[in-house]
Nanobody
């Protein structure tokens, strides 16, 4: 199970930190991703981090503004979002992947608006 938190309403240029708490599986072996879906849009991969936390990837749209991290002792992955833009408005989902096994959270809504 994955449970996201930390979403909310923020002004352009602001920051939010999303968290995703995992339970019921061996978190430390899974690659973790953040995926978002904006209003009227399809799913967009945002960022990923490998099982050990030493390798991270970002979509071009968020590179330099978002930072993914994980704490395997706490079974939690984070997404620090800075310099938020209107187009970052979306439901953000946490995703765990391990050799074809996939688990999704229910998402947390981030609204960027003035």
């Amino acid at each position: 199970q994955l449970v996201e938190s930390g979403g909310g309403l923020v002004q352009p240029g602001g920051s939010l930190r999303l968290s995703c708490a995992a339970s019921g599986f061996t978190f430390k072996i899974y690659r973790m991703n953040w995926v978002r879906q904006g209003p009227g849009k399809g799913l967009e991969w945002v960022s990923g981090i490998n099982s050990g936390g030493g390798s991270t990837d970002y979509a071009d749209s968020v590179k330099g503004r978002f930072t993914i991290s994980r704490d395997n002792a706490k079974n939690t992955v984070y997404l620090q979002m800075n310099s938020l833009k209107l187009e970052d408005t979306a439901v953000y989902y946490c995703h765990a992947a391990y050799y074809g096994m996939n688990t999704w959270g229910k998402g947390t809504l981030v609204t960027v608006s003035s």
